[in-house]
């Protein structure tokens, strides 16, 4: 389970183009949930990503992974806990190495990496079972160099790659976006599907509203680096995405009558 | 061109073939643009020479000296990863205190090995000559090292390695303390590049502080031509390409300067490496276009 309380992140402190990012931000999400995150741009949702999965280090605040304080250490030693997919398809694998190097190397994430071979007989088998699993013939192709897959099979295998080890946390950062809105559409069912199987705790954060309400069990809104919405539910089931702009629409024009309320 | 002068071609051709693994390390696999071989390549040979010349044991003697070397390499990769020197620079930097150490390691600009024994002069059977035992023995030496670096990246740390190199944010995210890996590999590859230094003194009569100048550009002259006439990403295929890479050139080098109707001289040497290595960049576009003309 993640538990993030009271996180601050501010960028450019001090000058003009300052920029406070994260303002108090507080989220739990228990073992085994799957909450999406939506929010407008510069509403903190790639810093609260950035803060779990430690590529970005928190002003002040705490993160909990299982219990465990995660806030000081770097990407590399929480990789663990974190599993993670980008939203990048090009990010989130080695385009020098084959398929099965890939897989290997997430097979020991977080692992102590020895002198053993890298790509065992026996994991061969079950890298080629689960890649058998997306149905996109990869199977047969476990020697090839990863850069010569299109994006969607790389996302795919990015996901097996997040699912191979135990996690506290799955992030997945738009990892959608990138791709055309019938891969797009393969690559969630391929999320749901593999969450559900290893009933993962996950965040996903997403520009999408209709993705946002589709799937997961729990819907986070964001706004200017605190949540502000937080539906699940009886309450989330009755939504759709008309009611969510209104309500975002209406969560901004009480920010903004705080602020005349302020200045006034 | 005659076998004596073919033999010495490949003699060092084998000595830079050790270079141009070094570089293969740091250039390609992990993008690390490091000049300190420059200054790493004579610290090898200075501390073999001047070891071996004090009475030490030449084998010994060449393990200080693929010690210097990683030292050397790791002082870059510390300048770099804790200090957040930019890569090149930090190499530029070790290259240029690395003048002055090698000096201060022979105590005079050159320590020469004549009647000293060496590495090859102890292995050396009756029934060999030393032209033709001297290039034997480094067949040997560059086989085992290729193997040993085919080895090391196919575990789990090697693999580590190649990624850090190609994806350093994604191996961050799988676990890789990237920091370290481009610590241990450039060590690794001036470690490497120590041995070369270590065995050319051995083989060429003694270290000069000279002997280092260049050293950069012969080894990605190595890696270049290489890959142009064995492009493959694997490590087995890419370790054995810059070999033969090291041996072509070299012996590109010896037909240029002992052809007498080209007329080229010993210093030459530099312009015969540049019009060398802009053949092999040029090659695979020339390869590609032969083969659109004939698709055409």
Redesign the interface.
């Known amino acids: 389970m993640l538990d993030a309380r009271d996180l601050h992140v501010t960028f450019n402190a001090g000058t003009p183009i300052e920029t406070r990012a994260l303002r108090g931000m507080t989220l739990a999400i228990p073992s085994g949930q799957f909450v999406t995150v939506i929010g407008s741009n510069g509403a903190g949702k790639s810093t609260l990503l950035n803060a779990v ?1 430690g ?1 970005l280090v928190v002003d002040s605040g705490r993160i909990e992974l299982d219990g465990v304080d995660v806030t000081r250490q ?4 929480r ?2 806990r ?1 599993a ?1 997919v ?1 939203q990048d398809p090009m ?7 084959t398929i099965e ?1 890939n897989l ?3 097979d ?4 102590r ?7 065992k007989a026996a994991r061969r088998d079950e890298y080629r079972a689960h890649l058998a699993t997306l149905g996109l013939g990869l199977e047969n192709r476990l020697e090839d ?1 990863i850069g010569l897959l299109s994006g969607g099979q790389r996302q795919a295998v990015s996901l097996l790659m997040a699912s191979l080890r135990p996690s506290r946390i799955l992030l997945l950062d738009e990892h959608t976006a990138a791709l055309d809105p019938r891969t797009a559409d393969f690559v969630l069912q391929l999320t749901v599907r593999i969450v559900a199987e290893h009933q993962l705790t996950t965040m996903m954060v997403t520009h999408s509203m209709r993705q946002a309400l589709d799937v997961g069990e729990r819907t986070v809104m964001l706004h200017q680096g605190q949540v502000v919405l937080d539906v699940s539910g009886e309450q989330r089931k009755g939504l759709d995405v008309p009611d969510l702009l209104a309500m975002f629409e209406r969560v901004r024009g009480e920010q903004l009558s705080d602020d005349s309320l302020l200045l006034g | 061109m005659s076998l004596y002068t073919l033999l010495g071609a490949l003699e060092i051709g084998l000595i830079f073939a050790l270079v141009a693994l070094g570089v293969l390390i740091s250039f390609r696999i992990l993008r690390f643009p490091d000049l300190t071989v420059d200054g790493s390549f004579p610290l090898g040979g200075a501390v073999a020479a001047t070891l071996i010349s004090a009475g030490a044991d030449p084998f010994s003697a060449t393990l200080a000296a693929i010690v210097a070397g990683a030292v050397a390499g790791f002082v870059t990769g510390w300048l770099n990863v804790k200090l957040r020197i930019m890569d090149l620079l930090a190499s530029i930097l070790v290259m240029t205190a690395l003048y002055s150490i090698n000096l201060r390691v022979m105590g005079r600009p050159n320590v020469p090995l004549i009647s000293e024994p060496t590495v090859f002069q102890l292995l050396q059977p009756e029934a060999i000559v030393d032209y033709v035992f001297r290039p034997l023995l480094l067949v040997l030496i560059v086989i085992v090292a290729k193997l040993l670096l085919d080895w090391y990246f196919a575990t789990q740390n090697g693999l580590a390695m190649r990624a850090t190199g190609s994806n350093g944010r994604m191996s961050r995210a799988q676990g890789v303390n990237t920091g370290w890996m481009v610590l241990g590999g450039i060590a690794l590859s001036n470690g490497l590049v120590g041995l070369a230094g270590a065995l050319f003194a051995q083989t060429q009569g003694g270290a000069d502080i000279s002997m280092g100048i260049g050293t950069i550009v012969i080894g990605l002259a190595a890696v270049i031509i290489g890959e142009s006439i064995l492009p493959s990403r694997r490590i087995f295929y890419a370790t054995l390409a810059v070999i033969l890479g090291a041996i072509i050139y070299r012996f590109f080098v010896a037909l240029a300067l002992n052809s007498e109707f080209i007329g080229l001289k010993a210093q030459d040497l530099n312009l015969v490496t540049a019009v060398l290595v802009a053949i092999a960049l040029v090659l695979p576009l020339l390869k590609r276009r032969l083969v659109a003309r004939k698709a055409g």
């Open positions: 999965s590529d770097p990407v590399w030693e990789a663990d974190v993670r980008f990010a989130g694998t080695c385009e020098d190495l190097e290997a190397l997430a020991t994430r977080g692992g990496r020895g002198f053993g071979r890298a790509v160099r």
